[in-house]
């Protein structure tokens, strides 16, 4: 070709360096992690028992945090003040409109899921919409959908009996021995979700319309389309979580969502993705969850008045972002 | 040789009617023309409203909420967002109806405590580049937990000079509209004709363009984070007056209310991009919101939805006022 | 006991004609729980079964804020209602606009959650006797002896503070009954689920749970899903999930015995009644000591479980519909310094 | 004026600065004298914003001192006020604040405007430089600076350097102050320029306008790679004598017979290689309002010139936009001035790293990898296999050193630059779009750059070059000239000169309204 094909080899290293104790040491989701096996210790070492049913009940408990959490983390990871306040009202729309089909039958699990997942694909429809089309800012796009959603589930669940379905209840509770089925289910879900932050164009995609929309865009994307499809796939999620989370306690409920509005946010977060967004850790958000799921168990166990209980909730979670290394600072 | 005229064309790439908010309307003039006309409304549908007593009794709730959007308005001024507001304006109520009336030093150090407290937020956000949103939601827990700990369950009682000092009115002119009034001008004047005001304005527009001008940018985000504490309890001793006593959830629908005004108002998270009139104005609109629908008789179970679509339709005139003047421009 | 809403309207209470109805008002300051839609529903229900007693009446809700309940009130002062009822956002951030209501010559009367203004009437529920009768049926059934778990409602609320009283006076009698966990359950059957099944592990042998309503049903689903066996009393909380729940279990355990309480939704028409008698001037209502009458908790011991649980959805909440009678008799023994504090029903046959 | 009138102002001496493996600064000296103008000349990177940083005391050296008013201090240490010392900056990039009136911006940097009346005062200073400076600014004082063009912005930057304040100017640093005004705005800045000078002030200033510095200044510092390499009096310094000093002219001289080793002698449109496959086609109306059509065929370089503004980038951005993804056909954009239609795919590489190019978080292989994602995909994963091959490639096609696991945001500007060749060329796209590519890229590496395009035509891509280096042009087949929105001229790629082109982009009469429209 040219003179350029003449020129001396360089030699160029392409594989990754291996993985050492240094780098495993500053992976953002290592505090997640160190914070979750804290605190699940912990809680062992005060009760003196049960050890591994306690994690795993927080594993089974913290799944629908994490499922909700992925989501979120979507909508975080894509950047622009993505934040999607509408989850939970999702979550309880949606666990009502499945828990209408499955109506405590067997025979209608499937539809009820698609239903639930479907409502929640709508809402965040309607959330991309008015933020990427109209030009809303997140908080508040998001947030005028869940007050059309909260109104929504108020006149419609007073005609609804909401029952799950038995066998979607088992599901999420059924253990085969110490393990617990649906915090596998909830694992597989989120390997399956970094697989596809990280492994497909999609994932990229994401991350990359995170750190520079205009280079995202110049680079062969749309940004708002990207950003536009995690808002839908927050919903999906949301409504996902909350069918489950029906099943789990055997029906809807109205407030069935409501604590899964600003966990779900924080769970991000701790996980060490960047709520600036371009930076999404999957696996510190699932250990972010089983960590938030198990510290009201610990501050409960201790006895604490709720009032300390409070405190520590809030300084930890300020502790642990002041401590992590922000590569790009600030939204 | 003919010179040909260039327009304006729409930014290429990434562009939206988001770039039209809050810039060309991000004034104080839509809003006020929306708190007037709600107003309006009302007292065509109960001319009672008018009077020096309808007044005080419609407005008097409003102005902890004017206060609430005005401290909040001073944290998106930086560029940031506010989410502990609430439980910090409950902890203000608290120590005003638990601590002050026995201890009063001890009461006034603990509010000055709560300041600084904020002084300490903008050094950390500022200082560590931790993201605002996070920061605030995670020091709520631990506003709400103290106030829990000073006061297990609502009560308490305040001293009686500040109740009458918050209900005091005029037989002709009502005192919450004094009130309004004198705070409105203030910080309009100290915003717009101070020059500190403007520096502080320009800091959260670009700070590093007022660093060069050789002012500090971080003693800016101090103050106006001090100034948004000011505000909050300005605004718990508002409640506090109010309510005569003491409870530390009071105020938690104040975080995304204070938002909405702030928004509503002409705001925009671009930092810098704020009015008082106009803030003043989106906490009158927000806050007669609900006393609107409520005359109009929306259904209880409507009010939500009704107060989303206001959102909605409030940004999306913005956005097309913003459109229009635009297009104009270009013609 | 029960009967239809408008079983009261046949003038029982003296009615000769000259009686004046009420232009009334309810405000309730969060209508996202089943409790709170059921209690604006007995509310709506008996104002429009009795026009002769009820003008004109609206519901208005202020989504959990305290100071828009407080505007929202003066706003109904402004639109001309001479009652209102309020269940409170906050014992204390009302209190303004409680006063400024009476002071435009309304009658404001309170409920359920209440608000501590001197002039208003109030109808309360006795929490403290709720957990005292919990605790005491947990100490009679386990024998003064046993490891409890309690299952509380929202850190930092009076109804929380209150049955928490209760349930330690009584056990301060039985030194070998220990609360040996605590979680915090939202007065929400899914959230108390998942609390209890995280702290179940660590806790020892669970012989007995309180509870504070909403919550029971969710607590014995995760006891059943860990697998404990035998299900350790749990106290109900009257909800549909509960009571079926509890069904189920005596059905695969005889003597599996506990019982269920809670707080009914339809104290809105107690109030509407008291209100519209301080209207009237009938029973003397406007001198209960204190201003203040007691509606009765409802129980619902083991021989009522399956009519009850028959006749609720899976998320509703048992109630007996308070005629003008019921009202008035309750009324009446507060003025005679006996309040009816509890009262156990069978479901009201439609 | 006092009688050490023509004493030293400003004394550098042995300055150094260095960023990891970059040397900024490199043992560098300057002098000014009182009321001197003197310029900075040196090629991009050369450390000119950098040492300029180092004088007015907002980034600390590494070794060397810095004398202000015969006040000595060493390098490292830092200003934290240089206004209180009579140092005034204006940046390259622009630094008002949007959402501030024009008075209240004044305010901002005129300390001594205070107590009531504040805006007045400070609007009375400004603008009676901004009147002096630039006499038809039309800038008013309630104007809110986000609704002013970039011009007007640049105008108030400038004044407000020169105003009095509580300490006046002593020296004044101006980073390329002129790079948006337009010819009579720089004329009467530079007027202005002398008249201060004559009463004392002295004034260092970088620009890539190489003859206003002859024109205007008294000397004029070389810098190349962080090094000074001497000073010229402006008196007696040509632009070639300039370009000669600053390394490019050696460059120039071998880049020239590569290019005719090419095939490239015709230089024109009929180039042998180029296919008749028409790629872009930009449709504007003519002078005399009839249609017109200019088009860029298959395997063509053509360059976009013409003065900044000029709506270069605009029609640059509308072809990548009109461009189809892979197998799908674009659309038909238009521009104020064109209607573009583009057959095939295109890829972009942006000249603005910081905001429009590298992705910050990642690695160098991600960030070239980015636009061919589908390309090293099976079954929708992305095989890190086929990953590492093509990243492989390209560090080896680029000559890019390093490991491609290293974050892009170690790399030096110039590599960073490469790693977004790579990215868009790595697409295989059938036009390549070029913004500025070599911006901060070294001269070995530009005739690379340019070697490579060269190939890549000729293997039948095709390629459209934006540059606001016109020396750069030469190497294209042929350059359309903008002016005011439209390509006002298409001229040949040897024809491409400086000057050629410079004359065209300001046509017959100088177009001195443009920025007044451009600004509405
Ligand atoms: N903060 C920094 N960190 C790392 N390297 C830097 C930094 N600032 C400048 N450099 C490097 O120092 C060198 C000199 O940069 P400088 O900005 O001084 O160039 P310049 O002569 O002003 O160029 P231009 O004409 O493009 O403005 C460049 O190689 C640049 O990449
Ligand atoms: N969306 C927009 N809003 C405001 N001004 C615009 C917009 N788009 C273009 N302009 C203005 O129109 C003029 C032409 O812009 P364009 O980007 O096409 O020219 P250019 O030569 O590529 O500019 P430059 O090289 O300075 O970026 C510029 O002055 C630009 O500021
Ligand atoms: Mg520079
Ligand atoms: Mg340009």
Redesign the pocket.
């Known amino acids: 070709m040219t003179a350029l094909d003449t020129r001396p080899e360089t030699p160029v290293r392409i594989r990754k360096p291996a993985l050492t104790v240094r780098s495993i040491v500053r992976h953002p989701a290592t505090p997640a992690f160190i914070g979750m096996l804290v605190v699940w210790l912990s809680i062992g070492a005060i009760a003196g028992r049960g050890l591994i049913d306690t994690i795993s009940a927080g594993i089974i408990i913290a799944t629908f945090l994490v499922i909700v959490g992925i989501g979120q983390l979507f909508v975080i990871t894509v950047g622009n003040g993505g934040i999607d306040l509408s989850v939970s009202y999702v979550m309880t729309l949606s666990a009502f409109l499945a828990c209408q089909i499955m109506a405590g039958q067997d025979s209608n699990i499937v539809l009820g899921l698609v239903v639930g997942v479907v409502a929640g694909v709508v809402a965040g429809g309607v959330s991309a919409f008015l933020i990427e089309f109209i030009g809303m800012p997140p908080l508040v796009g998001t947030l005028a959908v869940g007050f059309g959603l909260q109104t929504i589930t108020l006149i419609y669940s007073g005609s609804v009996v909401g029952v799950a379905s038995p066998a979607l209840s088992d599901f999420t509770t059924m253990q085969i021995g110490p393990i617990p089925v649906f915090g596998v289910v909830g694992v597989v879900v989120a390997v399956l979700f970094a697989v596809i932050l990280k492994r497909t164009p999609y994932g990229r995609r994401i991350e990359a319309v995170g750190q520079k929309p205009v280079a995202a865009g110049f680079g062969g994307t749309r940004p708002s389309l990207i950003r536009a499809s995690a808002y839908v796939l927050s919903g999906g999620m949301a409504g996902l979580a909350g069918v489950f989370l029906a099943a789990y306690s055997g029906g809807a409920s109205l407030g069935l969502g409501t604590s899964y509005q600003l966990a779900s946010i924080a769970v991000v977060v701790l996980g060490g993705s960047l709520i600036a967004g371009g930076r999404g850790i999957v696996s510190g958000l699932w250990a972010g969850a089983v960590l938030l799921t198990l510290l009201t168990t610990l501050a409960n166990i201790t006895r604490l008045s709720s009032g300390w209980q409070f405190i520590i909730q809030g300084a930890l979670i300020v502790l642990v972002l002041a401590l992590s290394r922000n590569p790009i600072a600030r939204r | 040789m003919t010179t040909s005229t260039?327009?304006?064309?729409?930014?290429?790439l990434g562009?939206s009617m988001r770039d039209r908010l809050g810039s060309a309307f991000g004034s104080w003039f839509l809003p006020s023309v929306a708190a007037v006309a709600i107003f309006a409304i009302m007292v065509a549908l109960r001319p009672l409203v008018a009077s020096t007593t309808g007044l005080n009794l419609v407005l008097a709730p409003l102005i902890p909420l004017v206060f609430a959007v005005l401290a909040q308005m001073f944290v998106v001024a930086a560029g940031d967002i506010d989410l502990g507001i609430g439980s910090f304006i409950g902890l203000a109520n608290v120590v005003m109806a638990v601590v002050l009336p026995t201890d009063l030093v001890g009461g006034l150090l603990l509010l000055l405590v709560m300041l600084a407290g904020y002084a300490g937020m903008a050094v950390l956000i500022s200082v560590r580049g931790l993201p605002s949103i996070v920061v605030t939601l995670g020091m709520s827990f631990v506003w709400l937990g103290i106030a829990i700990l000073i006061l297990p369950t609502p009560g308490g009682a305040v001293a009686p000079e500040l109740v009458s000092f918050v209900r005091f009115t005029t037989p002709v002119v009502p005192g919450v509209v004094i009130v309004l009034t004198i705070t409105t001008v203030l910080v309009a004047l100290f915003l717009n004709r101070t020059k500190y005001g403007t520096v502080l304005r320009g800091s959260g527009s670009n700070a590093e363009g007022v660093r060069r001008a050789g002012w500090s940018v971080l003693r800016a985000k101090v103050s106006l984070y001090v100034l948004a504490g000011f505000f909050g309890l300005l605004s718990g001793l508002y409640l506090s007056g109010q309510t005569g006593g003491g409870d530390p959830y009071i105020a938690s629908s104040y975080v995304l209310l204070s938002i909405a005004g702030v928004i509503v108002g002409g705001g925009s998270f671009r930092g810098g991009e704020v009015s008082a009139v106009g803030a003043v104005a989106g906490g009158l609109v927000v806050g007669l919101l609900g006393a609107l629908l409520q005359f109009i008789g929306v259904q209880s179970s409507f009010q939500a939805a009704a107060q989303g679509l206001v959102l909605v339709l409030v940004l999306v005139l913005r956005a097309s006022v913003a459109w229009i003047q635009k297009v104009r421009r270009t013609r | 006991a029960g009967g239809a809403p408008d079983a009261g309207s046949s003038g029982s209470a003296g009615g000769d004609g000259a009686e004046k109805p009420i232009k009334v008002a309810l405000s309730n300051y969060f209508n996202g729980n089943i409790w709170r839609k059921q209690m604006e529903a007995s509310f709506e229900a008996t104002a429009k079964a009795n026009p002769q007693y009820v003008s004109e009446f609206k519901t208005v809700n202020s989504d959990g804020s305290a100071p828009q309940q407080a505007q929202q009130i003066q706003s109904l002062v402004l639109e001309g209602y001479d009652t209102i009822l309020i269940d409170a956002a906050s014992p204390t951030a009302l209190n303004g606009a409680i006063q400024e209501a009476c002071d435009a010559g309304v009658t404001v009367v309170v409920f359920d959650s209440l608000a501590t203004a001197d002039c208003a009437y109030k109808v309360a529920f006795d929490y403290e006797a709720y957990g005292e009768t919990e605790a005491q049926f947990m100490a009679d059934k386990l024998g003064g002896k046993g490891n409890l778990l309690m299952v509380r409602g929202i850190a930092g609320i009076t109804v929380d503070d209150d049955i928490y009283r209760g349930v330690t006076n009584v056990l301060q009698k039985y030194p070998d009954m220990k609360l040996v966990g605590e979680v915090y359950g939202q007065f929400t059957e899914s959230t108390a689920q998942q609390e209890v099944a995280k702290i179940l592990p660590s806790l020892p042998k669970i012989d007995g749970v309180l509870t504070e309503g909403n919550d029971g049903g969710g607590t014995l689903d995760a006891f059943l899903q860990a697998g404990v066996s035998p299900v350790p009393l749990i106290i109900q909380g009257n909800s549909g999930q509960g009571l079926q729940g509890w069904a189920k279990v005596s059905q695969e355990n005889p003597s599996y015995e506990t019982m269920s309480i809670s707080s009914q939704p339809s104290i809105s028409s107690t109030a509407l009644w008291l209100a519209w008698m301080l209207k009237n001037d009938k029973n003397d209502a406007k001198n209960l000591p204190e201003k203040t009458m007691y509606a009765p908790l409802l129980i619902i011991p083991q021989e009522n479980r399956d009519a009850w649980a028959n006749a609720l959805d899976y998320t509703q909440i048992a109630e007996n519909p308070t005629t003008l009678e019921q009202a008035t008799s309750y009324v009446e023994s507060a003025n005679a310094g006996t309040p009816l504090l509890k009262e156990e029903p069978l479901p009201p046959t439609s | 004026m006092s009688d050490r009138s023509r004493g030293d102002t400003l004394v550098v001496e042995g300055v150094s600065k260095r960023f990891g493996s970059t040397l900024a600064v490199d043992d560098a000296s300057i002098r000014v004298t009182r009321g001197e103008l003197i310029g900075i000349a040196g090629h991009n990177g050369a450390g000119k914003s950098t040492i300029l940083k180092i004088i007015n005391g907002q980034l600390a050296g590494d070794a060397g001192s810095v004398t202000v008013n015969d006040v000595k201090r060493a390098a490292d240490q830092t200003v934290a006020h240089p206004e209180k010392i009579g140092v005034r900056t204006v940046y390259q990039e622009l630094s008002l604040c949007a959402s501030l009136r024009v008075d209240e911006t004044a305010a901002i940097f005129d300390h001594s405007a205070r107590g009531l009346g504040w805006r007045r005062t400070a609007w009375k200073n400004l603008a009676a430089v901004l009147d002096d400076m630039f006499p038809e600014h039309g800038i008013r004082r309630e104007a809110k600076i986000n609704d002013l063009?970039?011009?007007r912005r640049q105008m108030i930057e400038c004044a407000s350097a020169f105003i009095d304040s509580t300490v006046p100017p002593v020296l004044v640093i101006l980073d390329e102050p002129t790079s948006?005004l337009d010819a009579a705005a720089t004329v009467g800045f530079y007027a202005y320029l002398q008249r201060r000078a004559a009463e004392g002030v002295s004034v260092i200033i970088t620009t890539h306008r190489l003859h206003e510095m002859i024109d205007n200044l008294s000397r004029i510092y070389v810098m190349r790679d962080g090094r000074v390499l001497g000073e010229h009096a402006a008196a007696t310094a040509t632009k070639d004598s300039l370009v000669d000093a600053m390394g490019l002219a050696s460059h120039e001289e071998a880049r020239t017979p590569t290019a005719s080793a090419l095939g490239r002698e015709t230089g024109g449109v009929a180039r042998s290689t180029s296919s008749n496959e028409v790629i872009v086609r930009l449709e504007q109306s003519g002078e005399d309002g009839s249609p017109e059509a200019l088009e860029v065929r298959r395997g063509e370089i053509v360059g976009f010139a013409?003065?900044?503004?000029?709506?270069?980038?605009?029609?640059?951005?509308a072809v990548y936009r009109a461009a189809g993804r892979r197998g799908r056909a674009g659309r038909n954009r238009r521009?104020p001035h064109h209607s573009v239609a583009v057959t095939g795919d295109a890829a972009y590489v942006s000249g603005d790293r910081g905001v429009r190019g590298i992705f910050p978080l990642w690695d160098v292989a991600k960030n070239i990898s980015f636009s061919s994602l589908a390309s090293v995909s099976s079954a929708g994963l992305i095989r890190s296999d086929s990953e590492s091959a093509l990243v492989g490639d390209w560090y080896r096609r680029l000559g890019i050193k390093g490991t491609s696991a290293d974050p892009i945001t170690s790399l030096s500007g110039g590599t960073q630059q490469k790693a977004l060749m790579a990215r868009a060329m790595a697409v295989g796209s059938d036009l390549l779009l070029l913004e500025d590519p070599t911006r901060g890229v070294d001269q070995a590496t530009k005739s690379d750059v340019y070697e490579l395009l060269r190939s890549q035509a000729d293997t039948g891509q095709t390629i459209v070059w934006?540059s606001?280096e016109n020396e750069e042009l030469r190497n294209c087949d042929r350059v359309f000239v903008?002016r005011s929105?439209r390509v006002v001229a298409t001229i040949s790629g040897s024809d491409a000169t400086e000057d050629v082109i410079i004359a065209l982009s300001f046509g017959d009469s100088t177009d001195s309204t443009h920025?007044e429209e451009?600004?509405r």
């Open positions: 260039v327009t304006r064309s729409p930014r290429p562009s | 063009s970039i011009a948006s013409g003065l900044e503004g000029h709506g270069q980038l605009t029609a640059l951005e521009t934006y606001t903008f929105g920025e451009l600004a």
